[in-house]
């Protein structure tokens, strides 16, 4: 099948994994699972930043739970960090694309987490990689708690025609690089 989004949003229930399978994706709108992950991990004491791909931010007297998942093959949800037992990480998109993955108009996936939490994870399979759009899982910012972590992003591909991923993609604490995203 040939999927095409123009403009519009695919998305997923809270702690429920989005799974694409397609032989061709045309993404002009945009993926988007930010805030579908778990909440607050029992491990967290205090305003800590919760962990996935790094360790999340804490201070003295705080903890932030173990960093987990795998880089490799990237499918947990992130954790809810900070204050606030409501915030959530980011969701878990897997995509199997057989043919090509095409960004254009914005295309975008995000998988990112809410304030102090850490982002989720994208996996992504596809045979043709091309476009310009973007992929995250960035921990959510906060301006006065420690920060999560990135969550984890993979890409693989057989042949890339002109999608710049060193610069397009990122799963970092609230902007600030770590090495999650492989």
């Known amino acids: 099948i040939t999927v095409s989004h123009v403009d519009g ?3 997923s229930e ?5 799974v694409l399978n397609a032989n061709n994706l045309y993404l002009k709108g ?24 790094g360790k999340g931010a804490y201070r003295e007297g ?5 960093v987990y998942g795998s880089y490799l093959e ?5 954790y809810g960090g900070g204050a606030n037992l409501e915030n959530r990480g980011g969701g878990a998109v897997k995509l199997n694309i057989s043919g090509t993955l095409a960004f254009s108009g914005g295309g975008r ?11 989720g994870s994208i996996w992504i399979n596809a045979d043709i990689i091309t476009g310009s759009g ?3 899982a960035n921990s959510g910012h906060h301006s006065y708690n420690p920060s999560g972590s990135g969550g984890r992003v993979a890409l693989y591909f057989r042949e ?11 799963a970092t604490p609230s902007g600030v690089p770590n090495d999650s995203c492989k």
């Open 160 to 170: 890339n025609q002109g999608f710049d991923y060193e610069s397009r993609m990122a």
């Open 9 to 11: 949003l695919i998305t």
């Open 14 to 18: 809270v702690e429920q994994k989005l």
């Open 134 to 136: 973007y992929v995250t």
């Open 109 to 119: 996936i995000y998988s990112n987490g809410g304030y102090s939490s850490s982002g």
């Open 74 to 78: 990237p499918n947990d949800f992130g």
């Open 62 to 66: 705080e903890a932030s739970n173990p």
């Open 30 to 53: 945009k993926i988007d699972v930010s805030q579908k992950g778990y909440t607050k991990h029992p491990e967290i004491i205090g305003d800590a930043g919760a962990s996935y791909g």
